[in-house]
């Protein structure tokens, strides 16, 4: 049972143009969403966060949109860099103190066409 | 900081050896989490452990898992006999808590069972 789900493997965009990563969820009880980068042979690293009592959270040229209604979120990247071709996954947590565990979706491949 | 740091970081075995991987989490981080990351399921979590306390080891595939935290600063996961299917990259993360969610991670892992 996937909780998290990134239905695109893969996607390409030109250099300079938007890349909109999406992400849809199925547990309500999930209260805050991060993105991850990952480069081969690397562990994924941190990028972007928002809470759910947020819609949009910026970060330079990131911005992560949350539609909640939809269980649904987005990242956008604008404008793509050839160095923003990674592997991009999305994950969601229910926050508690006895550590937060984060569920991750299977990731989305960008590739930015110089 | 060193980070999350991870050994070996490729492991070649034969099919029914037993393979140890191991991680030393982030000074003073009190969760530790251990992934595996395949193409069909992405980040997938095995177990994680709180204040060197397994919380949930509900992913762990089977009985051949097996995940030990005896300090904080050390954690290994076990596989015991190996099979061709356990060929994953595995990855271990720690998280401050303190209602960070935010997971850093190691280089990871790459099994390779043969």
């Known amino acids: 049972d996937q909780q998290v789900k990134q239905n695109s493997p893969s996607l390409s965009v030109q250099e300079g143009r938007i890349s909109i990563l999406n992400c849809d969820y199925t547990?309500?009880?999930?209260?805050?969403f991060l993105w991850y980068k990952k480069y081969p042979a690397e562990g994924p690293t941190f990028l972007i966060s928002?809470?759910?009592?947020?819609d949009k959270n910026e970060d330079g040229r990131f911005t992560v949109f949350l539609n909640k209604s939809a269980k649904h979120l987005s990242l956008h990247i604008v404008p793509s860099q050839p160095g923003d071709s990674a592997v991009y996954f999305c994950?969601?947590?229910?926050?508690?103190?006895?550590?937060?565990?984060?569920?991750f979706g299977t990731g989305t491949r960008l590739a930015v066409r110089p | 900081d060193a980070g999350v740091i991870q050994s070996p970081r490729h492991e070649v075995t034969e099919m029914g050896q037993e393979v140890t991987l191991r991680c030393k989490p982030i000074?003073?981080?009190?969760?530790l989490f251990w992934y595996r990351q395949t193409m069909m399921r992405g980040l997938e979590l095995l177990i994680y452990?709180?204040?060197?306390?397994?919380?949930?080891d509900s992913g762990m595939p089977e009985d051949r898992f097996s995940a030990k935290m005896p300090n904080a600063s050390f954690s290994t996961l076990k596989i015991q006999p190996s099979e061709p299917r356990d060929s994953a990259v595995y990855f271990c993360?720690?998280?401050?808590?303190?209602?960070?969610?935010?997971?850093?991670f190691g280089q990871g892992t790459r099994l390779t069972v043969v």
């Open positions: 994950a969601a947590s229910v926050q508690k103190s006895s550590g937060d565990k984060l569920t």
């Open positions: 547990n309500s009880m999930f209260d805050y």
């Open positions: 928002i809470s759910s009592i947020k």
């Open positions: 000074s003073g981080h009190n969760s």
């Open positions: 452990f709180n204040n060197n306390v397994p919380i949930d």
């Open positions: 993360a720690s998280n401050p808590g303190r209602e960070i969610p935010e997971a850093f």
